[in-house]
């Protein structure tokens, strides 16, 4: 799809697009930044010690390759844990902003 | 700051030099000093501290001390070491706060008590978790007597929590509420003097209601990260390698500008990304080039695994050593630095040199880009911005027809270890205000009602999945009759998936995955070979393969536990009591404390669905066993062993 299709797609489905660009962008980055700490501390939370320093040995090599195995080998259905995490997080936010709206 | 003699920096350059190692030796316990009176910690400085790399490590780790501002120190109650992630680390200021004031507002003032007592709360919860685990082991005489009272004294203080979390959390949201509503009273104010008509103003003030939904997402975010914050701050010291990581990576990533944030996040670099943010393209265009797939991900992300994301930080850590620089020396050291290029060369480098900025740099990197080359991040923010631009969050303040983030809710519930029941059960007890759009009229017992909509909703559910042709299809697969008992019990086959609900159209089940489809059907297996007359190994290996997806080789369940665990042990663990009643793996699971059931060495840190598969593999090995289709002596044999021999 053209780039620029995608962002107008991006800005419209975000029901955000008559806000100003700033404010479209800001939804965006406070959810995916309470997302990635999410993402970093279960992924990193499922490794022993040793297995972390293992994951920057792997991480150092710059293979892909390698890090995909590792966490293949390493977290017991890691996509799964994270698609968990992911739903975990989205059905948290729904339900609080509800309750922000709602009070 | 040192005050250092202009003069010196117009003598030759390595006397200039010297004579800024001097002054520095003699200038940093002054530095110190007045540091310390503002709580500095200056830890242990070793005699080979007063060296050039030494004296200028310090130095440049008392200036970023102080960068933070002291108000922030104080929130934390910490006398951190400059440099340190726990000193870098905190709220998400740069993204998502609404805006800094000098004095705490009322909102930060409940945002933060909110915190503070979500935290007691989850620690009440796992002491009282914890000890309810245990009281099936103390069942006689004083030990009883003491642990009950533990408990009652731990589930009274957990209770007691709860009920301080919901007033915080009341007071809380009531702060957020209260300031939206002065901001909307403002505007209108604002309007009402502009001479507008009344007509206008309302039409200018349900837009401006628009960003009110915003600002609820955002707050919403931001106190989730700040909990996020609070289980780093609370983990203890075995865990300080992994509160390092994360807060080293969360600080680099709250020092990108915002469109490098978005950068991150969304897509955590593809090439396009990665050249978006060096090169400053509009946050609009990051955005684009992050939703390019996950292929994409996939395949640009090695490249950036170490070497792409080092090479940015490293520029920027440079640039901010440059800045460090100047901030020391002032206009004084940029006449310096244009009259010898080396000069330059040497206090940069000495800035450069500061102790684990190279560390920190490899940290950054390898967990950053580990998590790119996995494609696992980018899996997960392109999860949450199909969210966000999806119907599926918030209410709307001003308008039920808003689309994106202000439509009505639609929930994707990840399937439990209670079926597809169990998840709309628990969605509709946790979140009131949905069961209210689902017809809950805010009297009834949500308990009893959530029971009998989810009925109703399965009945719904189950009448328009039997007419769809893939279903029948997966049915006939899995081996079951295509009809809603059939249906019915292959959702005890869940090994993931999700339950999708949404008030106009009900429910339906998505991205499910059948364990059956994994492992299996044994007893065609068994019917097979028996049709074949003889039993021998070769029969039973060609069936097995052909019963049993390749994925199961794959998966990570498995994996973990195909050299550790024999057919045998994996038959005790698992006995029929489990496998052949409908509820016996739910009851082991919770009659035992969850997962520490099945955890140790054996399974490690097994989750509900792990333990799911486990109960259906030995559910399978115990059909060829009672059948007599493998020799006694295989069953001593790892699941590994097993495989190889019978089906790999």
Known sequence: MPTQSIQQDIIKELGIDELPPAKQEEVLAAMTEAVLKRITLVLLESLSEEKRNELEEASKTGDAGKVNEFFVANVPNYEKLIQNEVAKFKQDMAQTVDMLLAA | MLNLNKRCWRTPPVLAFNFYLKTMAEELPKHIQSAEELGYDPGVIKPEDFNKKGLAEKLVEIEEWKDIEPQERARRGESAVAGSPEALRGPSRASVAPERVETPTNLEIARREFIDVWSQDQQAGKASGKLAKLKGFFSLGEKRVQKKEEIAAATLEKGQAEESLAVKQKDWAKAFKEKQKNLLEGKKQELVGSGKTQEEIDKLVNEYAKELVAEAAKEAALVD???????????????????????????????????????????????????????????????????????????????????????????????????????EFGDKSSEALEEDS?????????????????????????????????????????????????????????????????????????????????????????????????????????????????????????GQALKNPETLAELKKLGYSANAEGYAKMMHRIGEGFVELNPKSGMNLADMDYLKAYFGDADKVIEEVKKSGEITGDALKKLVTENVKPELFKDGDYLALKD?????????????????????????????????????????????????????????????????????????????????????
């Open chain 2, 225 to 327: 990260g700040l909990k996020s914050d609070k289980q780093i701050e609370e983990m203890g010291a075995w865990r300080k390698g992994l509160n390092e990581k994360v807060g080293n990576f969360m600080d680099w990533y709250k020092k990108l500008p915002l469109k490098g944030r978005m950068a991150v996040s969304a897509g955590l670099l593809t090439v396009g990304a990665a050249g978006a943010l060096a090169g400053g393209v509009p946050g609009a265009m990051v955005m684009s080039a992050a939703f390019a797939g996950q292929a994409g991900l996939r395949v640009l992300g090695g490249a950036l695994t170490a070497g792409g994301l080092e090479q940015l930080m490293k520029g920027a850590q440079q640039r901010s050593a440059e800045k460090r620089i100047v901030k």
């Open chain 2, 342 to 462: 080396k000069l330059e060369e040497k206090m940069v480098g000495l800035a450069q040199a500061k102790k684990g900025d190279k560390a920190k740099r490899f940290i950054l990197a390898g967990t950053a880009g580990a998590l790119v080359g996995s494609g696992a991040l980018g899996y997960a923010i392109r999860n949450v911005a199909d969210w966000i631009k999806g119907p599926s969050m918030g209410t709307p303040v001003a308008s039920s027809e808003q689309p994106g983030i202000a439509k009505a809710a639609a929930e994707k519930l990840p399937i439990g270890e209670r079926g597809p029941g169990g998840a709309i059960i628990d969605y509709f007890k946790a979140n009131p205000e949905a069961a209210k759009k689902f017809g809950w009229d805010g009297q009834a017992d949500i308990n009893k009602w959530s029971g009998a909509k989810a009925h109703n909703l399965w009945l719904e559910h189950s």
């Open chain 2, 564 to 648: 550790k665990v024999s057919l045998e042990t994996l038959l005790k663990d698992f006995p029929e009591s489990v496998t052949d009643n409908k509820y016996g793996l739910a009851n082991k699971w919770h009659g035992f404390g969850g997962q520490e059931a099945f955890s140790g060495d054996r399974y490690g840190n097994m989750t509900y669905n792990g333990a799911q598969k486990l109960s259906a593999l030995a559910k399978f090995a115990r059909q060829l066993v009672d059948k007599k289709l493998v020799p006694s002596e295989d069953m001593a044999k790892t699941v590994g062993q097993f495989f190889e021999k019978y089906g790999k």
